[in-house]
């Protein structure tokens, strides 16, 4: 392995850790669509990126900036319009993205992919994990608070609004994280799938946080050795191409299923 | 001093005036109960007084105040892998204080630790309404805002509950505002009481502003009076509508 190889991998692990974590308190707040959405908004940026020819990630990043806004907007206000509005727009944000970007890169745009990271990225990745596991530890009392009931913590001191962009954002930044590698198709389920096993399997909080953030390194970890060792297999004349989105969602839908036949710890 | 003054108070919702012009104010260890009928603008009140609310008029709080907030009622997810063990550690980090008095509130709720291992959403009505009381007195506070406290409990909990809230702010010496649907307790516990329907109908002691002409004309003629026994039979002097 190349250093930039090791450096990609400790990045994958660690942001499979804070997806898992993430993707607990998005599963509690009842945001797993809205989240899942949101990831989609990233593609017309990572298209317009490689269109014009820069970074997908500073490209990504900003779409991502708007969708984040877009969304605490939409949030605000909790009609059937809202979710109308939010299916719609992030929908076509998807259509927009495919035509937008070149075909070349659509399939790696959509899936993602081993991609060896340069020392610079590998320290901003690093970067990026530390603030979102700060912000978990901080403010994870607040959110506790506020995902029983918005109310009561506002009337603690709690402003409720505030928390909700922060934590968007924070999802936001996970996304970003997990995009080159999962593609804005899947790097949703990264977060959300997880968090579905982490509940399935306990019922205290600190056991579904860390069950969570396991299942997602499992998982991560299975599907990137099954996509490393063997990214094609052929049965008969069919060919099956695990590459290394598709298989890291695939290990964690079947953790899923096996947590379904466990009985809650 | 007035722990609270509030002086022509008003809120509109949607472009709808939901309360109107009110002025009252709350003393040290004073229980005020709020009584209307329904949409008559208690709840909303209850959240201007706490600032949930855009409002109007003036609400002023004394510097030294600490609220406690019991809500009418929380849908909790029976999904939530949540005790209210992590919600009362929760309001103390949030409120940067010591934890160390979780145990005691808890035990003079009577919240056992069974209650406190159970997630959320699997309590009964008077376990959560309970430790909901319990949330509410973590951080001392002076005076209780309670919003029917008592709304998902069945009858015999009902009694229980405001024997609970009446024994805690004797022992604490907490002020309190509580809108409350039941006149035998008004009568028994409450030093003031406010009569609202939309507007200020009444605003005064119990025995001098509830007069049967005052509630016939704040819930209607239609609206028979009965007391509230412990039997759980319907006596004279609580409302039913």
Not at chain 1, 151 to 156: F, P, R
């Amino acid at each position: 392995m190349t250093a930039a190889q090791i450096y990609s991998t400790v990045l994958i692990l660690l942001t499979a850790f804070a997806a898992g974590l993430v993707g607990s308190f998005t599963l509690m707040k009842r945001m797993s669509l809205a989240g899942d959405v949101v990831s989609h908004i990233a593609l017309p940026g990572l298209g317009l990126a490689m269109l014009f020819g820069f970074n997908p990630l500073i490209g990504a990043a900003a779409a991502l900036l708007l969708g984040t806004i877009l969304i605490w907007h939409l949030q605000k206000s909790s009609t059937l319009t809202t979710e109308v509005a939010i299916g719609v727009i992030f929908t076509a944000a998807l259509a927009i993205g495919t035509v937008l970007t070149p075909n070349e890169d659509l399939i790696e745009a959509l899936f993602g992919g081993f991609q060896s990271l340069n020392m610079l990225w590998f320290i901003a990745g690093l970067l990026a994990v530390c603030v979102i596991l700060g912000f978990v530890v901080v403010f994870r009392h607040k959110l506790i608070m506020s995902l029983f009931s918005p109310e009561l913590a506002a009337a603690t001191g709690v402003n409720v609004s505030r928390l909700n962009l922060y934590f968007l954002l924070i999802f936001s930044l996970t996304v970003l994280l997990g995009v080159r590698f999962l593609g804005a198709l899947l790097v949703g389920a990264l977060i959300i799938v997880p968090a579905a096993i982490g509940r399935q399997l306990t019922h205290t909080l600190t056991a579904f946080l860390l069950t969570s953030a396991f299942a997602s390194v499992l998982s991560v970890g299975l599907g990137l050795t099954v996509s490393l060792v063997s990214p094609q297999i052929k049965i008969g004349h069919v060919t099956l191409n695990l590459a290394l989105g598709p298989a890291i969602i695939g290990v964690a839908t079947v953790l899923f299923l096996l947590s379904l036949l466990r009985k809650k710890v | 001093m007035n722990l609270l003054t509030v002086k022509h108070l008003s809120v509109e919702l949607e472009n709808r005036s939901v309360v109107e012009d009110l002025s009252f104010d709350l003393a040290a260890g004073e229980r005020l109960s709020i009584l209307g009928p329904n949409g008559a603008g208690k709840t909303v009140l209850l959240k201007a007084l706490l600032n949930l609310l855009p409002h109007q008029g003036e609400i002023v709080w004394a510097p030294n105040v600490r609220i406690g907030y019991v809500p009418q009622k929380i849908d909790a997810d029976t999904h939530l892998p949540l005790t209210f063990t992590d919600l009362f550690r929760a309001k103390c980090r949030t409120l940067n204080i010591s934890s160390d008095q979780i145990g005691e509130i808890s035990e003079s709720v009577g919240l056992t630790p069974q209650i406190l291992r159970t997630p959320v959403g699997h309590l009964s009505g008077g376990q959560f309404q309970r430790s909901l009381i319990a949330f509410s007195l973590i951080g001392n506070p002076n005076v209780l805002l309670m919003d029917e406290p008592t709304a998902s409990v069945d009858e015999p909990g009902e009694e229980h509950i405001y024997e609970l809230i009446n024994r805690l702010q004797t022992q604490h010496q907490l002020a309190s505002i509580m809108v409350s649907h039941d006149l035998s307790f008004v009568f028994r516990y409450a030093t003031k009481v406010l009569c609202l329907n939309r507007l200020q109908v009444c605003f005064g002691s119990p025995t001098e502003a509830l007069s049967t002409d005052m509630l016939t004309k704040l819930y209607g003629e239609s609206v028979g009076f009965y007391d509230h026994h412990h039997d759980h039979q319907p006596k004279p002097n609580s409302l039913r509508q």
